[in-house]
């Protein structure tokens, strides 16, 4: 069974500093991986795609990347923002595409 | 539509009582899936549909859970007999095809209070 660990469990940090998520998953039989977004009460903004065949993507101030063979994605943000403050959950597909989540990092960004 | 809809985006249900939760996917996407999220915590999969076909039930907690679509396209999650673990977000999300560039899309959810 895919079991997903994300760390820190929670962040803050002043405006401006440079950050680094860490994800680890069990089975590395996955087709893709996803970080999405949540902020409170609202449902999942997906923010970037990994295929199982890249090692990284980049979209703005966000870069992820795939080390699938040790189970490991890594989401980095550049020069965070108040607005960046939220929850970030790392979720690999599995098998018939079935996402699986972690507990996700909670992030705060200080003005 | 535009996104993943579901509703209602609220329910107050009393203990024993039997809720419905809809969900309306993407237009055209074949893959539907099911999600609860408590307090505090990642979204647990529930269960998932290709098309009509429910595919994967493993993560429905009890016999009380039921899932549907029958059409293929909107999906009906039920809770018979409510109870007050059952109290979380309920999240609907559908991928289309596109192999393993096929991103997954969530609606609002529904979040239930069982009282």
């Known amino acids: 069974k895919q079991e997903v660990t994300q760390i820190p469990a929670a962040l803050s940090v002043p405006e401006g500093e440079n950050l680094v998520l860490n994800c680890s998953f069990t089975?590395?039989?996955?087709?893709?991986l996803q970080w999405f977004r949540q902020d409170p009460g609202k449902g999942l903004t997906s923010l970037l795609l990994?295929?199982?065949?890249?090692r990284e993507q980049t979209s703005g101030r966000l870069n992820a990347s795939l080390d699938k063979s040790s189970g490991r994605s890594t989401l980095y943000i550049a020069a965070s923002q108040p607005g960046d403050s939220a929850t970030y959950l790392c979720a690999p597909a599995e098998r018939g595409f079935k996402t699986i989540f972690g507990a996700g990092t909670r992030l705060f960004v200080k003005a | 539509g535009a996104g993943v809809s579901q509703s209602p985006r609220y329910k107050v249900a009393k203990r024993g009582q039997d809720v419905a939760l809809r969900c309306d996917p993407i237009?055209?996407?074949?893959?539907l899936f099911w999600y609860q999220q408590a307090l505090g915590q990642g979204p647990e999969f529930l269960t998932y549909?290709?098309?009509?076909?429910?595919?994967?039930k493993s993560g429905l907690p009890s016999d009380r859970f039921f899932a549907e679509r029958p059409e293929g396209s909107v999906s009906t999650l039920k809770i018979q007999r409510t109870q007050q673990e059952d109290s979380a977000v309920y999240l609907c999300?559908?991928?289309?095809?596109?192999?393993?560039?096929?991103?997954?899309?969530f609606g609002q959810g529904t979040r239930l209070t069982v009282v």
């Open positions: 999300a559908s991928r289309g095809t596109g192999g393993s560039r096929t991103e997954a899309f």
């Open positions: 549909f290709q098309n009509e076909a429910q595919l994967d």
């Open positions: 089975d590395s039989a996955i087709y893709n």
């Open positions: 990994i295929q199982s065949s890249q």
């Open positions: 237009s055209g996407h074949v893959s």
